[in-house]
Every structure is written in structure tokens, then in C-alpha cells.
């Protein structure tokens, strides 16, 4: 049974930083990708960052230069450091892998963490 588990949310107010982490169990086999998704009530789920095992990463626009994906292959972990922080960035934030159960098997899975509320006051 594989697991994310997310910690590190909270209330800041806008200008502030906060550091949300994620932390994979279970049998996984590799990491193909790891990221974080955000989620306000009646909008759709989005993509905030993600990193790939070479280091590879991405962002939305909304965030680029503000926060910053990291990662802990050993540890199968990631990591989002938020700097900088606005009251638009109120949301959700859910940890999401994409994982293979079974070593060079081309078999991928996806998983979601249960969320952490942000909540950035002005």
C-alpha cells in the first residue's frame, strides 16, 4: 500500500514563507514524479510544481520565482518551500507521485497525499 503524507501547512500572512513536505511509503519499486497540486473550492485541481529524479523541474507561472520543489530520492520525499507568499495562494496543496510498483516495469501509478490546507492572510 503505497502512502504520501503531507505536513507542514498553516496560516501565514501574505509576504510570508512556509515549507510543505511529502513523504512516500510503501513498496515502490522507482519515483518517476514527484509534485504538488493546489485546490480552491469550485476550481479544478493544479499543477503547482513538480521534479523528476534527474532534477527536472517545472512550475506554473503563478509561482515561478516564489517557491521552490525539492527532493530526497533516499528519503522518497519532496519538498515545497513557498516564499513570498499571497492570499491568492490560499488553497488545498496535495502532494501527487507517480510511481512504479515493480522495478523497470514501464507499469506507472499515480497517488495522491490527503492535502494541507495554506491559508494566506492579507
Known amino acids: 500500500q503505497v502512502q504520501l503524507v503531507e505536513s507542514g501547512g498553516g496560516l501565514v500572512q501574505a509576504g510570508g514563507s512556509l515549507r510543505l513536505s511529502c513523504a512516500a511509503s510503501?513498496?515502490?519499486?522507482?519515483?518517476?514524479?514527484m509534485g504538488w497540486y493546489r485546490q480552491t473550492a469550485g476550481k479544478q485541481r493544479e499543477l503547482v510544481a513538480q521534479i523528476r529524479p534527474g532534477g527536472t523541474t517545472n512550475y506554473a507561472d503563478s509561482v515561478k520565482g516564489r517557491f521552490t520543489i525539492s527532493s530526497d530520492n533516499a528519503k522518497k520525499s519532496v519538498y515545497l518551500q513557498m516564499n513570498s507568499l499571497k492570499p491568492e495562494d490560499t488553497a488545498v496543496y496535495y502532494c501527487h507521485g507517480i510511481v512504479e510498483l515493480t522495478a523497470r516495469s514501464g507499469y506507472e501509478y499515480s497517488y495522491w497525499g490527503q492535502g494541507t490546507q495554506v491559508t494566506v492572510s492579507s
Open positions: 510503501g513498496s515502490i519499486a522507482s519515483i518517476n514524479v
